[in-house]
């Protein structure tokens, strides 16, 4: 059986794959089937549980083969982070500005102490 999976971002783990995929029930379970040669990338055998996996990538596993295919309408992890930066990183916040929240945890803190 042949499915396609949507890759949100530029890749996605081997091990997290299986999860989403359900083609596991754990994490644990498939690093089992890495380690146990089980699982095949592009036709070859792959042994790292974490391997990155990218768009136009092939993955086979017990009877199942996943192309991986590049999400939608979503923006690239480098145009995210450039948006946060240019807010100072906090939503709606000043450059450099603790927001209000962070600012009353931290009140009467010794500035050398850290949790």
Request: glycine fraction near 14%; aromatic fraction near 2%; hydrophobic fraction near 35%.
């Amino acid at each position: 059986m042949a499915v396609s999976f949507a890759v949100r971002g530029e890749h996605i783990q081997l091990d997290q794959l299986l999860k989403a995929a359900a083609l596991v029930d754990s994490g644990g379970a498939a690093h089992a089937a890495v380690e146990a040669g089980l699982v095949r990338v592009d036709g070859q055998p792959e042994s790292r549980k974490r391997a990155k996996l990218r768009p136009g990538q092939r993955v086979t596993f017990g009877g199942t083969e996943i192309l991986l295919t590049a999400a939608g309408g979503d923006a690239p992890p480098a145009a995210v982070r450039t948006e946060k930066a240019e807010k100072g990183g906090q939503p709606g916040g000043q450059p450099g500005m603790p927001s209000a929240r962070k600012a009353s945890r931290t009140a009467g803190r010794s500035p050398t102490r850290s949790r």
